[in-house]
């Protein structure tokens, strides 16, 4: 998030994709930066901003962990490649604290400044774990990660399952088109409690929606106003 301050007391702060979990508190830089005044512009990420029912809640990063971990453990003798971009830093935290991870030479290049990432790495980049990440590729391309197998199962957190609420586990893993790439339930974006419990947490004078949904079944401004 960025937050701007103007010599005329004007305070924006500008989300972007962000989530905040409900079993989460604000970030301690945000919760100081709101002592020090109020946000006169919340400029917000509303992806999923909408009162569609499988927009309510989505897993939890514990649980997504959980979801990978034990797809994972039925696959005893495989290799994993799981497709990584900003935003995914808590699954890598997540998972760290059960097996080695290490990271692609792309991954290495690209987040050696991030702590949030790098640390959660092991610390030799050519050793070959038996789970790493790796940039987003096609499963017939496996050979553009020098990490990877010919056998290596791919594994892409997504948002693509269908309705959370009173799903059994097996229905937030999706095989994708080959039995060596899956999507398993992983969300970087808040639900429309999440978004709604973020506001609560932040008041803003105005508050501008972004990346609004193209289907929703309430005003995202009623809301807002609400």
Request: net charge negative; charged share 25%; aromatic share 14%.
């Amino acid at each position: 998030m960025f937050l701007f301050t103007g010599n005329d007391g004007q305070r924006t702060l500008y989300t972007g994709d962000f989530r905040l979990p409900l079993d989460q508190d604000l970030h301690p830089s945000l919760m100081k930066a709101l002592t020090e005044g109020p946000i006169t512009d919340l400029y917000m990420d509303t992806t999923f901003f909408t009162e569609i029912a499988h927009y309510q809640r989505f897993p939890t990063h514990l649980e997504s962990v959980e979801l990978f971990r034990n797809f994972m453990a039925e696959f005893a003798s495989s290799t994993f490649h799981i497709e990584y971009c900003a935003g995914r830093e808590a699954l890598v935290q997540g998972l760290s604290y059960y097996l080695p991870i290490n990271g692609s030479k792309t991954i290495w290049e690209s987040y050696k400044g991030i702590r949030e990432i790098i640390d959660h790495l092991t610390s030799i980049p050519e050793y070959k774990s038996r789970v790493h990440i790796g940039n987003q590729m096609s499963f017939e391309n496996w050979e553009a990660c020098e990490l990877c197998e010919k056998e290596t199962i791919y594994l892409r957190p997504s948002i693509q399952w269908r309705y959370y609420n009173g799903s059994s586990p097996d229905q937030l893993i999706y095989e994708e088109k080959h039995d060596r790439a899956y999507k398993i339930a992983f969300v970087s974006h808040s639900s429309y409690s999440e978004c709604k419990r973020f506001l609560e947490l932040v008041p803003a004078r105005k508050i501008h929606p972004i990346a609004t949904p193209k289907i929703q079944s309430l005003s995202i401004r009623k809301v807002l106003r609400n």
